[in-house]
């Protein structure tokens, strides 16, 4: 009778820590380089994922593309420590004909080390649109930004030029908060990122001739 209980709850307890495991995850946003992506471009896709639950290491991923559908999933292998685990799931695609795509994200958690289960039903799912243009439409597009940035996605420093000197720059991470604000008088910016948490972040600049803003993505 002991060796009944005892074993009933144990199955209690895997029980628990999986349903804890699993629905941990959740989809936070998206961006993808080149932002203004050609028919000759291959296209790399972010994905900033948060769970409940740490590590959270990705056990398997994958990306398929179907008309102007592209489907990608990633499963993350959840551990049982209690803290909030973020992560940046990337993926790539090679060119793609001109038109406009989705992108759609199936993010599932499965409890314990690789090779982990998921859940029935992924943890989250998301989509966004976004656009391929020909080489003739992005010439256009290029010839009106007056800003470079690079490289982008960044690591440890990143680099802002312009054909006019900067006066104000600023960057906000996913939430709106404002991490980095610097006033300049320079054409060329180099900002140290080492200390900043990677993901996605925006900023704004200001020039003589206008601001401008657009996204940066900081990896491992």
């Known amino acids: 009778m002991l060796r009944k209980i005892t074993i009933y709850t144990m199955v209690i307890m895997a029980t628990h820590f999986n ?109 966004y649109s976004f656009t391929v243009s020909s080489l003739t439409d992005s010439e256009v597009i290029k010839t009106h930004n007056p800003l470079k940035i690079f490289p982008n996605p960044a690591t440890d420093f990143v680099y802002f030029e312009s054909c006019n000197n900067f006066l104000h720059l600023c960057i906000y991470n996913m939430t709106g908060q404002k991490v980095i604000e610097e006033t300049f008088n320079t054409k060329r910016i180099q900002l140290n990122t080492k200390n900043l948490q990677r993901g996605l972040y925006f900023y704004s600049a200001e020039t003589k001739t206008g601001e401008y803003t657009g996204k940066l993505i900081l990896k491992q």
């Open 19 to 127: 349903l804890k495991a699993q629905g941990a995850g959740t989809i936070n946003g998206f961006s993808h380089t080149p932002v203004n992506p050609t028919t000759s471009d291959s296209i790399t896709f972010y994905v900033e994922v948060t769970f409940n639950s740490g590590g959270c290491q990705p056990d398997t991923k994958g990306i398929t593309v179907n008309g102007t559908s592209v489907n990608a999933s990633a499963l993350h292998c959840i551990g049982m420590l209690t803290v909030i685990c973020n992560y940046t799931d990337t993926f790539s695609i090679g060119p793609q004909a001109a038109g406009n795509y989705n992108f759609n994200m199936a993010l599932s958690s499965g409890a314990g080390l690789s090779p982990c289960s998921p859940g029935i039903v992924p943890d989250d799912t998301k989509n």
